[in-house]
């Protein structure tokens, strides 16, 4: 790539400013913009962002501050990072839709969204994406995306997948720097839906947490990586598992994070691959920097005229591309372009 990808953060929570905080790091990108629901922020020389992570130029209030921000200077950006929260469930692909049809934006989207349902309402929104010349990569963090993937990968040494285990651990200090994270965790629970979940202030969401220690223990969930690996032809969804352990007190994890493909081979004998995550990675590590990796492929693949929607399962991710010579061309520094 010639110049660094011109980078938008939609969603100023916890994931939002990790993105903020990780892509100035990444050479191939430029922190142009950052929008929420209380307005937005834009620099074409790049958004300074203090130690504390919050904006040195103040927001400018605005009830439509993604639209509008999209409206005034979308032609200046390249792709957008989607950490919007995702309750109530319709609201990510309503925001979308939006998008498209009020902006004229044109350019690459990726997300990493998690749950199943939310996943599969931008799938009803691919001809449009299309339409608008959109690339939009949705569970590209990672669980869906990062895990997904090796998942997908790990399947070939199979004729079969017979199952697929992704458990996950979780540190966070203070849960309130990742309020819409921990709150869409607790829809998972037993006794907790969304509807539940939606209508509860963060005080009662600070009490169940002090009745579980801090710990949320989470089995069976609703997580985008069943569908994405059953639409990637790895198996189908009933056979994909996640969970984890969530520690919304403490910043270290308290489980490794690990997926688990088990299989039967051609010989017929059933055996498992395992990939384990190093504790020292954060959740924001694990989510914003496979995000960005999505990004970069996305890009190469938009300027090939390539649009509508994909899952992480269609791509792997790129990495820096400056770390190959400046002489060589793309085709030249890839395998192979894959969709």
Not at 32 to 49: C, H, K, R, T
Not at 102 to 107: K, P
Not at 240 to 257: E, H, I, Y
Not at 294 to 318: C, Y
Request: proline letters at 3%.
């Amino acid at each position: 790539m010639q110049k660094a990808v011109r980078l938008a953060v939609f969603g100023f929570g916890g994931l939002g400013r990790g993105m903020a905080r990780l892509a100035p790091q990444r050479p191939d990108f430029k922190l142009v913009a950052v929008a929420d629901s209380q307005g937005f922020a834009y620099n074409a020389n790049g958004l300074a962002l203090t130690e504390e992570f919050q904006l040195q130029q103040p927001l400018t209030n605005d009830s439509d501050s993604i639209i509008s921000l999209l409206k005034l200077h979308g032609h200046e950006i390249d792709a957008v990072f989607m950490a919007l929260p995702n309750l109530p469930v319709e609201f990510f692909a309503e925001t979308v839709k939006r998008i498209a049809e009020e902006t004229g934006f044109q350019g690459v989207f990726v997300d990493a969204l998690k749950r199943t349902e939310a996943v599969e309402r931008l799938f009803a929104l691919s001809d449009e994406l299309r339409t608008h010349n959109i690339l939009y990569i949705t569970g590209a963090g990672a669980t869906p995306g990062f895990l997904t993937t090796i998942a997908a990968v790990a399947a070939h040494s199979f004729v079969e997948v017979l199952d697929v285990n992704i458990h996950f651990g979780v540190g966070i200090a203070n849960w309130e720097a990742y309020k819409s994270t921990v709150r869409e965790d607790f829809i998972h629970l037993e006794g907790f839906d969304a509807k539940r979940v939606s209508c509860m202030s963060d005080e009662e969401i600070g009490q169940e947490l002090d009745v579980r220690n801090g710990l949320l223990k989470l089995v069976d969930m609703e997580h985008a990586d069943d569908v994405i690996l059953e639409l990637a032809g790895v198996c189908p969804r009933d056979r994909v598992r996640v969970g984890g352990l969530v520690d919304t007190r403490n910043a270290k994890k308290p489980v490794s994070t690990s997926v688990t493909v088990t299989g039967r081979t051609a010989s017929g004998a059933v055996g498992s691959h395992q990939f384990v995550v190093s504790d020292e990675a954060t959740m924001v590590d694990n989510v914003c920097g496979p995000a960005l990796g999505f990004m970069l492929r996305g890009i190469e693949l938009h300027q090939r005229g390539f649009t509508g929607l994909i899952t992480s399962a269609d791509i792997m991710p790129r990495f820096s591309t400056r770390v190959f010579g400046a002489d060589e061309s793309m085709q030249q520094r890839e395998a192979v372009a894959l969709v």
